[in-house]
Structures are given as structure tokens and as C-alpha cells.
């Protein structure tokens, strides 16, 4: 599957974002989906993911409240709607393709997913 995320850009600091990242290639609702950020010079984390069937969600402590993951089927799409950004959020953001077979969980672990798209870059200005 290859997936694409757009949606990034700069925000002042308790703003809004809404990211998307769509799916090509294989049935989507067979994909669990996450995002994960990396800031310069740090390791990449997790930030959020939703099971197959949408009913699962999972979230970063830090981001917990503020950021919701949400997935579109018929638009193969998966959303993240972050809102009440803080500089700290500053990251590039990408999406990942998790297809074990579980339908209604989802994995906050880098190493549970198998594709990833490209980074859309977040910048929160104080």
C-alpha cells in the first residue's frame, strides 16, 4: 500500500491542524493506521493510531485531549485533527500501515507497522 500525507504547515501556538494521509494500492479497511512524529534531531514516536474497524483508538500522552485520529473508508483516508498545538508538537508527521490481522486494536509500536508515507512538516510558533 503507499500512502501519502499532506496537510502540514505553520501555526501559532494553540491553533489548529488537520492532517490526512491517503491509501493506494490494497483494500484499506485491511490497515490499521497510525501517526508518528520525529522532531530534528530526536527518534521517531508515536502519536496516534486507529484500528481496521475505526472502533479502536490509541493515543500518545502527550498528545491525549488534544489530537484525534479519525479514518475514512470510502475515501481511503486516515485524518489527524490536532488542535491546541504547542511548540513541542513541532515535528514532521507520517503515517503507517499496520496490517496484522486484528480488527479492533490498534499499536503504538513502530515495529507493528509495515508501510510508511512520507513526512508532512508541522511547525507551532510560540
Known amino acids: 500500500v503507499q500512502l501519502q500525507a499532506f496537510g502540514g504547515g505553520l501555526v501559532q501556538a494553540g491553533g489548529s491542524l488537520r492532517l490526512s494521509c491517503t491509501a493506494s494500492g490494497r483494500p484499506f479497511t485491511n490497515y490499521a493506521l497510525g501517526w508518528f512524529r520525529q522532531a530534528p534531531g530526536k527518534e521517531r514516536k508515536f502519536v496516534a493510531a486507529?484500528?481496521?474497524?475505526?472502533?479502536?483508538?490509541v493515543y500518545a500522552e502527550s498528545v491525549k485531549g488534544r489530537f484525534t485520529i479519525s479514518r475514512e473508508n470510502t475515501k481511503t483516508t486516515v485524518y489527524l485533527q490536532m488542535t491546541s498545538l504547542k511548540p513541542e508538537d513541532t515535528a514532521a508527521y507520517y503515517c503507517?500501515?499496520?496490517?496484522?490481522?486484528?480488527?479492533?486494536?490498534?499499536?503504538?509500536?513502530?515495529?507493528?507497522?509495515?508501510?510508511w508515507g512520507q513526512g508532512t512538516l508541522v511547525t507551532v510558533s510560540s
Open positions: 486507529i484500528s481496521r474497524s475505526g472502533g479502536g483508538t
Open positions: 503507517a500501515a499496520d496490517r496484522r490481522p486484528s480488527t479492533r486494536t490498534a499499536s503504538a509500536y513502530m515495529s507493528d507497522y509495515d508501510y
